[in-house]
Every structure is written in structure tokens, then in C-alpha cells.
């Protein structure tokens, strides 16, 4: 029997969620009913919203939100997934399949894994999942003064990275990633573009794996730098592709694919199933709880949700909704 509940509704794609009351039926025999504490609001939640991501809804209004922190009947804290709009996770309660959700220790603090799972899932799938990161390697994050960037390069250290070169536009950030050791040498994207190539071809010529969260021309400066001063042709270089904050496409030289061993591969809901994605994120779960995986948070009332959307867009924190 379906009952009403609040939650973020969106009634059209490019609008601003809405908090309005819905039918929330009964859980079918596969999913189970879960409180909801806490949901992110994450690129990739204001890109469905927005029409902007390849996960396209095909019925209106949904319920924004597309994984949480809840509780299940019986107290268990868990972090849940759920990527089928139009149904949603901003949402007072959500009906959520068994198999996409793992649990959490009944100390974690539901509003950071709300704002970093999906932020540290991010560069944690990349590395582990795509690149298959081996100990010792070089990494080259493109973005790391992003929230999910600055993740990223904790993350690289974690997994066994033995140097990590950070590429970015705020300069302070930058110079506090070095001067945390997060990274080993900085990169800013403040410099004109030759400067930026001969940088990253001093910095990042024997790169092993590049971290993309910004494609478009940043991306085709790299290459270049990269191709202008690579010494070993044969050595291996796997590029991810994450994310496209400075643009959705770019002009790849033929001859920096026939000339290097380059692999270049997304890593998105696609290239891996969510049931991998939540198998492999139970790693995280200790990292997080140790505080070897952190990030900063700001939390919007669910019932504030239209007010605050736009006003938290560009936000340096992970923005959480708290139901």
C-alpha cells in the first residue's frame, strides 16, 4: 500500500527540484524499504537533472538522486545506489534493490559517505577497475582541485602510487596539495598553454596513467606535452577519461596514438556494472571510517532543496541533502 512522503521532485529535465510530497509504494519482493539520512548532490545528479548525461529519463517528474545513506528496519546503516529514474534517492524513504546496497558501521557518519562515495568512486573504479593501478606507478590527475580531483589524489596514494602530478586551476588548492603531500609536483592551468605543455612534459613525460576529469582542451595540451618529450614509446600509458568539465569532446593527434602505446578508456556506469562498482566500494568503507579518505562537506534541509540548488552549483565543497 503506497503511502506519501517527501522528496526532491523534479517535474521537468532542466528544472530545479522541487520538495513535494509522492505515492511511495509498497517494496516489491527484491527491493526493501530504507529510510533515507542522507543523499549527495553530485555532478552527476545535477547532469541528469539537466538532460546533460547519457542516463536519460524517459517519464516525468522524477525524484533527483542517485545513491545515499539510509537505514534499513532493523537500524543497519548502508549505503545504497539506486539508477533507474525516475526514481530517485532524495526522497524521506526509497524502495531499494537488495543487491544495491553495502553496509556501514553503525559510527559512520552518514553525511560524509553521502558526500564521498560517489566522489571517491570516481578515481577508486578508474584505478582499480580500468587502469588496474600497479605499485610504484606515476599518476597525472587533470582536475585535482576539484573536490573529486583532490580525492583522487589521496586515492592514488593509497592504491600504491609512487608519484602523483596534479593539474588545476586554483592555484592555493595546488599549493596546499603539495604542501599536504598529496601530490608531488603541480601543474596550474592559470599559465598560458605553452607553458602548460612544457610543464607537463618536464613533469608527466613517463606518466603511467592519467586521471581525466576535465577533457576538452586541457586534455589535447596534455597529449601534446606527453608526446613532445616521451622517452619509451612501449611504455604503457592508460588514459581515463571521468569527467568533461572543460568540455564534452576533443581533437586527438593520429600520430600520439601510432607513435605511443596509449590506451584511452571511460570509466563510467557503463564500462562497469554497479554490482562491481558497490563490490569494489566496500574497500573504501575502512579507508573512509580512518579518515585516509576525506573531503569537505555543506548540507542543504531537504525541504530547502529549490532555494539552495542553484545557490550551491558551484560549490569548492560536496554538497549533501539531509531528509
Known amino acids: 500500500m ?16 522541487r ?3 509522492i505515492d511511495l509504494p509498497s517494496p ?32 516525468s517528474p522524477i525524484v533527483a538522486g542517485v545513491d545515499g545513506v539510509g537505514k534499513l528496519s532493523n537500524g543497519e546503516k548502508i549505503f545504497f545506489i539506486s539508477m533507474a529514474p525516475p526514481t530517485g534517492t532524495m526522497s524521506e524513504h526509497v524502495n531499494v534493490h537488495r543487491d544495491m546496497m553495502i553496509p556501514l558501521p553503525n559510527n559512520a557518519d552518514p553525511i560524509l559517505f553521502a558526500a564521498i562515495m560517489n566522489a571517491g568512486m570516481a578515481s577508486w573504479m578508474a584505478l582499480r577497475q580500468r587502469a588496474r593501478i600497479q605499485p610504484g606507478e606515476t599518476v597525472l590527475i587533470l582536475g585535482v582541485t576539484g573536490s573529486s580531483g583532490q580525492i583522487a589524489a589521496s586515492t592514488a596514494r593509497l592504491l600504491g602510487a609512487k608519484h602523483v602530478i596534479g593539474v588545476g586551476r586554483n592555484t592555493s588548492i595546488l599549493d596546499q596539495l603539495l604542501s599536504d603531500g598529496k601530490i608531488d609536483a603541480s ?88 554490482t562491481e562498482m558497490l563490490k ?25 532543496i529549490e532555494t539552495k540548488w542553484e545557490e550551491t552549483a558551484n560549490a569548492k565543497e560536496r554538497v549533501v541533502v539531509v531528509m
Open 2 to 17: 503506497a503511502r506519501r512522503v517527501y522528496a526532491a521532485v523534479v517535474k521537468a529535465l532542466g528544472q530545479v527540484p
Open 28 to 59: 516489491t519482493s527484491n527491493q526493501v524499504e530504507v529510510q533515507v539520512i542522507a543523499a549527495g548532490v553530485h555532478q552527476l545528479v545535477r547532469a541528469i537533472i539537466g538532460g546533460r548525461h547519457y542516463i536519460k529519463p524517459k517519464t
Open 19 to 21: 520538495c513535494e510530497l
Open 280 to 304: 569494489d566500494l566496500e574497500h573504501m568503507v575502512p579507508l573512509v571510517m580512518e579518515g585516509k579518505l576525506t573531503t569537505s562537506v555543506i548540507t542543504i534541509p531537504l525541504k530547502d
Open 187 to 274: 601543474i596550474p592551468l592559470t599559465n598560458d598553454e605553452e607553458q602548460i605543455q612544457q610543464a607537463i612534459a618536464k613533469e608527466a613525460a613517463g606518466v603511467d596513467i592519467v586521471l581525466d576529469f576535465l577533457w576538452g582542451r586541457p586534455t589535447e595540451i596534455a597529449m601534446a606535452g606527453i608526446q613532445s618529450a616521451r622517452k619509451d614509446p612501449a611504455q604503457r600509458l592508460r588514459w581515463v577519461e571521468i569527467g568533461q568539465m572543460a568540455g564534452p569532446t576533443i581533437q586527438c593527434s593520429a600520430m600520439f596514438l601510432r607513435s605511443k602505446n596509449i590506451e584511452i578508456m571511460g570509466s563510467g556506469i557503463g564500462p562497469i556494472s554497479l
